[in-house]
């Protein structure tokens, strides 16, 4: 993983920009006991923050738990990635390797038959699987306009609130980006200004094309290999 | 492909190359974003030709009445062009072209360089088309029919299918009810293609939660409302202010009064203190007994003393006896704290088998005291 990138040794290198009021007068020995009373506090700071699916920005880390610890920051951030493995069968993964942004994701195979999502936000998933495979179909990327038109196939229409999801528009074009299942460009030249989706890192990470090929082809009632040009991309990418 | 020199040649070269023979869908579109290219590099070179042989001046007002309607009319290609891009961009559709031609059309009129700004104008908005166009045949993806698609999820769905007249377009809704289980069906699908972590939550619910908050609301309602109430008292309040003060005063009347009553029955025998204060039915009430009773004894208007036995004896004294008895009074100015607990009440009870209370109850006394008068 990329923060696990420096070694231990160069505590201060690893702070990031902008915090240079910290000096080390004095390396202070973190007791083992210190250290991992911080790594328990983080494992049940991501834990909770990752009830909204909203990426956990590095700085919240830094302001909240890691304070003073700075200087140990990689070291806790590896412990609590592992604690989680081991614990909770969970992945701690950076998304975002310039701003340093963290996700959890699951790291067990989903069993067949497991409810670990509730109602509301199972209905959502199904949503979100749908627009991926709409996405990765259409050559992984469409246009706002497309979508919508897609979507109006199956009902869903973005002035109109849904029955199920409500304001959808706000759903896909707010929540769905901000929890960074999607990722939404503007189209130059175009006015009034158009937008295009993508795969979000998030999607990136918690499903693959390979996946999403399986689901469409579930639903079509074909084989995989139907859509050749897809299926070499899908099997590509896991590769 | 060789490049139409002037715009008069390129409909018979179009047309040559309609009369091919019908092909795939994918090579006819292919053919089309060429054709509208070409079309548009065509029209380019007519329009520069044109540029140069422009002459700037207003003309009279049959031109200018003339070139407001091109303006117009270009104007409204534009926006026809801009609101119906998506039908453009469908490959089934020829409307790209169409367009293209209807602008040809309006540039034979335009001889001012406002009027071929609009023309300009147009020809980006549709050469940006035209590279989206060629831009979706570019992509490698296998044709992907996002319609048959969307059929096959309503089918997942459960939906229903009823018969419905179907319009031109082919862009309507198919006709149908979705069940209300429908996006359930498709969540439950949906978790096993994720690998989304599972949210956490505390079983038993943590400390610092919400309920704080509604207990706040309830206070600040039971602090409103007792507001409110107090508000509201000072007018009731006026009307029997002299109630509090007075109900003590009127429930020791009202022993006295039943004092009196049993000691004009008897006058020579003296009550039991305890006789006529404890209530065997409520410990409660006999302590409020005890202490309407002490009023009586403050204001002289009882005394309590000890007879031969050494209990405690209660008996009126009579307004008339207050001079005779001053020195015994003065004298007897003593105070005495009783006090008494559920233990030694009961066995007052026992021992001197009161079985029934000497002074009735408040709410009880109504009715007797109506009796009595």
Redesign the interface.
């Known amino acids: 993983m990329s923060q696990r990138k420096r070694s231990k040794g160069l505590g201060c290198s690893q702070l990031p920009d902008g915090e240079d009021d910290f000096i080390p007068t004095q390396v202070e020995r973190r007791s083992q006991e210190q250290l991992n009373q911080k790594v328990s506090e983080l494992v049940q700071f991501l834990l909770v923050k990752d009830q909204k699916k909203i990426p956990i920005k590095r700085a919240d880390i830094l302001k909240n738990i890691i304070r003073e610890y700075k200087d140990a920051y990689s070291e806790i951030i590896k412990r609590a990635d592992r604690t989680l493995q081991e614990v909770f069968g969970l992945q701690l993964v950076e998304i975002d390797a310039k701003r340093h942004i963290y996700i959890l994701i699951n790291n067990l195979p989903c069993a067949q038959g497991e409810l670990l999502c509730r109602g509301k936000e199972q209905e959502k998933m199904g949503l979100l699987l749908v627009i991926l495979s709409f996405i990765f179909m259409k050559g992984n990327s469409v246009k706002d306009s497309a979508l919508w038109e897609f979507l109006h196939l199956l009902r869903v229409y973005p002035g109109k609130q849904h029955g199920v999801f409500g304001d959808v528009r706000k759903l896909v074009t707010e929540e769905f980006v901000r929890q960074k299942y999607l990722e939404t460009t503007a189209i130059p030249l175009t006015d009034p200004p158009e937008f295009k989706y993508q795969w979000g890192p998030r999607a990136e990470k918690e499903t693959s094309k390979k996946d999403v090929l399986n689901f469409v082809a579930k639903m079509q009632g074909k084989d995989p290999k139907f859509w050749a040009s897809q299926y070499s991309e899908a099997n590509k990418a896991t590769t | 492909m060789s490049h139409a020199g002037t715009s008069g040649e390129s409909p018979p070269a179009a047309r040559r190359r309609r009369a091919r023979p019908p092909q795939p869908q994918e090579r006819a579109a292919r053919e089309e974003a060429a054709e509208a290219a070409q079309e548009e590099a065509a029209e380019e070179e007519a329009a520069g030709e044109r540029l140069r042989q422009l002459s700037i001046g207003d003309g009279d007002d049959d031109d200018r009445e003339h070139n407001r309607m091109i303006r117009s009319q270009y104007r409204e290609l534009i926006s026809t062009v801009?609101q119906n891009?998506?039908a453009m961009l469908n490959s089934k559709s020829n409307r790209l072209t169409e367009a293209l031609e209807e602008a040809n059309r309006l540039f034979d009129g335009v001889c001012r360089a406002r009027e071929a700004a609009l023309d300009a104008h147009f020809l980006?908005i549709a050469s940006?088309i035209g590279k989206e166009k060629a831009s979706?045949l570019h992509?490698?993806?296998?044709a992907?029919d996002?319609?048959?698609?969307?059929?096959?999820?309503?089918t997942?769905m459960g939906i229903n299918r009823t018969e419905v007249e179907e319009t031109d377009e082919s862009?309507d809704?198919?006709g149908g009810f979705?069940p209300?289980g429908?996006?359930?069906?498709?969540?439950?699908?949906?978790?096993?293609?994720?690998?989304?972590?599972?949210?956490?939550?505390y079983m038993m619910g943590s400390f610092k939660s919400e309920p704080p908050v509604p207990k706040q609301r309830i206070e600040r309602q039971r602090k409103a409302s007792r507001r409110k109430a107090e508000r509201a008292m000072p007018a009731q309040l006026k009307k029997m202010e002299e109630s509090h003060q007075e109900a003590t005063e009127k429930e020791v009347e009202r022993i006295l009064r039943i004092l009196q009553t049993h000691f004009e029955d008897d006058p020579n025998t003296p009550i039991s203190f305890f006789d006529f204060v404890i209530d065997p039915n409520s410990f409660a009430r006999t302590v409020e007994n005890v202490f309407h009773v002490s009023f009586l004894t403050r204001d002289g208007l009882a005394k309590i003393k000890l007879d031969e036995d050494e209990l405690p004896i209660i008996e009126p004294i009579k307004p008339s006896e207050g001079g005779e008895e001053e020195d015994s009074r003065a004298g007897a100015r003593n105070q005495v704290v009783i006090s008494l607990n559920q233990k030694e009440w009961k066995e007052i009870i026992e021992t001197f088998q009161i079985r029934e209370a000497m002074i009735t109850p408040p709410y009880q006394a109504t009715e007797e005291e109506m009796e009595t008068e």
């Open positions: 801009q891009r998506e980006v940006n979706e992509s490698e993806m296998s992907f996002s319609t048959a698609f969307a059929e096959d999820l309503l997942f862009e809704i198919p979705l209300t429908a996006w359930q069906t498709i969540g439950e699908e949906a978790p096993k293609y994720f690998r989304r972590a599972p949210t956490f939550h």
